[in-house]
């Protein structure tokens, strides 16, 4: 399997299991209850623009907004890490997550759903920006990174219109997997996403160990 391959066939699943189109298209349900058809389908398309421009912007600034603060990169895919092991660990044990909270009925009141709560962080969370940055960061260690790059744009894109997708048939959807299987493959994608979170910090921690032998070696 050549690097180009390897590399689409992670950034396909860490995006599908970080944007999660399923738990997207139940939040939209609850948060679009008795609008119209035309409605809905212009906040899933609005929804679904604002969370990939978030997120191609984090994933291209990402490593140079990073550089600019003097933060290396080990150490954010250490932090970022972390982060994801939280918002999988929240995935698998069931306990409220950004997305039900954002979902919540005090959010019903707002007249346009579609940038907050839906486009981010329902859709492009925290932990959907920090996969981006890996990944994009990732492309640029490709033997052909503008091709790498270009790929993860194509990608991100596919998982987004599958999120239009499920969103525009969001009643349908969770009609036929009930509450049981949206909660069901909620706690899947958790189980991956805590195993992407420890495969993060394991290559940070890798990446860093060199310069800390150096730091502390005599002479």
């Known amino acids: ?96 997550t950004q997305t039900e909270e954002a979902s919540s009925k005090e959010n019903l009141s707002r007249p346009d759903p579609s940038v907050f709560p839906l486009g981010i962080p329902i859709i492009t969370g925290p932990g959907a920006l920090t996969a981006a940055v890996t990944l994009f960061a990732k492309a640029h260690e490709q033997r052909h990174p503008v091709l790498a790059a270009i790929l993860l744009v194509v990608i991100a894109l596919v998982i987004f219109a599958i999120t239009y997708a499920t969103m525009c048939g969001a009643q349908r959807l969770t009609k036929a997997l009930g509450s049981t299987g949206v909660d069901a493959v909620g706690r899947v994608m958790g189980v991956i996403v805590t195993a992407i979170a420890i495969q993060l910090v394991v290559e940070g921690l890798q990446q860093l160990m060199p310069t800390m032998v150096r730091s502390i070696a005599p002479g």
């Open 1 to 96: 399997m050549s690097n180009d391959v390897a590399l689409a066939y992670y950034a396909f699943v860490t995006l599908l299991v970080m944007v999660n189109p399923v738990e997207a298209a139940a939040a939209f349900e609850t948060l679009t209850a008795g609008d119209p058809a035309d409605r809905q389908r212009a906040i899933a398309w609005r929804a679904t623009i604002a969370g990939a421009v978030i997120l191609l912007v984090f994933g291209f600034a990402g490593e140079l907004i990073l550089r600019t603060l003097g933060v290396s990169f080990p150490a954010f895919r250490i932090a970022g890490g972390l982060l994801l092991f939280r918002v999988g660990s929240n995935m698998v044990f069931a306990q409220q």
